[in-house]
């Protein structure tokens, strides 16, 4: 089957679109033709090795962490899948490889894929969609009537968690982006759009119940400080590149935890926040009940571009400008 894959880890261009082995299915696992896939900034640090510390990849390796296509086989312990169904799933980090015609994914990470949606659309929710879940839902468990602060609303993870807070029954959204991008996130349901070039968010937000903090760095410190106390920060950048390149991959992880993280919960505890540091989890079931939402009519997937599988590197060099509206798609139907 074809599958872009790296030999070494660095900038775009070390992507190849290759014939590699076909996926083997074990007994918990379903085979599913992908049709389509997305990025996501995770791929772009993978790729560069930043994230040495916590995904070590043998090489050569596939990249991809999204994807949505059709059952084409079943092993014989699953019971919730069958051939022909359309299913949808953001694979663990032990799972890589959605830039690839067939992946084997197990049975707890799946779910169907929305019946509205066209493969391309849903290869765009579940990484985002399950990280903004496990921040609002699980991290933060945002009550009707709360305020919430979701940064960077016009990106990925933005664009779903503006939606999803609304979904929760938020009384009011504040988002921060370009004044470009505030027509989108308000059609999203923002109430409030802050310009994070010209305003202060800790000023315009000073006192909401949640913030999704995703900027990181000064960022994070800023969250402890505008969120209400006892409030909650939901935190899913905490700069593990930057302490790689500094500190060396065995290193950089500890590195991080010891100057940053630590610091930062000190800095929660001493205004009584409750601050997490969240990483997404590959359920199928937080899946499904995405699925119900976007079925529901309440969540709709925003896209920016469709690259074609063999321009992966293209689109890889896209969302590493920063200035992605929504997600960027990989068709990988056409390949
Ligand atoms: N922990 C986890 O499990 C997890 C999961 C998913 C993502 N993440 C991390 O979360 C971050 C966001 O992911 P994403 O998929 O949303 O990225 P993305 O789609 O690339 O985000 C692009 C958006 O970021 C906005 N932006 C850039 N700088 C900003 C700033 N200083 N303030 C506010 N907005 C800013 C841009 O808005 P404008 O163009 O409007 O300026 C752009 O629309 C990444 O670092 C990613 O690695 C972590």
Known sequence: MKAARI?????????????????????????????????????????????????WLSMPSKLGLDLSGVVTEVGA??????????????????????????????????A??????????????????????????????????ERVLVQAGSGGVGTFAIQLAKALGASEVLTTCSP??????????????IDYRTEDFEEVASGVDVILESIGGE????????????????????????????????LGLTAMVSKTAT????????RNVKLRFVTRKASGENLQAITDLIEAGKIRPVIDRVFPLDDIADAHRYLETGRARGKVVIDVASA
């Open 112 to 145: 169907h894929k929305p019946k509205n949606l066209t493969h391309e659309e849903a290869a765009s929710i579940p990484l985002v969609g399950l990280t903004a879940w496990d921040c609002l839902v699980g991290a933060a468990n945002v009550q009707p009537g």
């Open 263 to 270: 610091r930062m919960m000190c800095a929660a505890i001493g």
């Open 180 to 193: 470009r991008n505030h027509e989108l996130v308000r059609s999203l349901g923002a109430d409030v759009c």
């Open 219 to 250: 960022d994070v410190r800023k969250a402890i400080r505008t969120v209400r106390r006892g409030g909650r920060v939901a935190c899913i950048t905490a700069g593990l590149p930057g302490y790689t390149e500094q500190y060396g991959p065995a």
């Open 77 to 110: 312990k699953v019971t919730r899948f069958a051939v022909g169904d359309e299913v949808y799933a953001s694979p663990s980090h032990r799972r890589i490889g959605t830039y690839a015609e067939r992946i084997a994914v197990r049975e707890s990470e799946l």
């Open 7 to 55: 030999h070494e880890y660095g900038e775009p261009d070390v992507f190849r679109i290759e014939d590699v082995e076909e996926p083997t299915v074990g007994s918990n696992e379903v085979l599913v033709a992908i049709r389509a896939s997305s990025v996501n900034p995770i791929d772009y640090k993978i790729r560069g090795g930043g994230q040495r510390s916590v995904v």
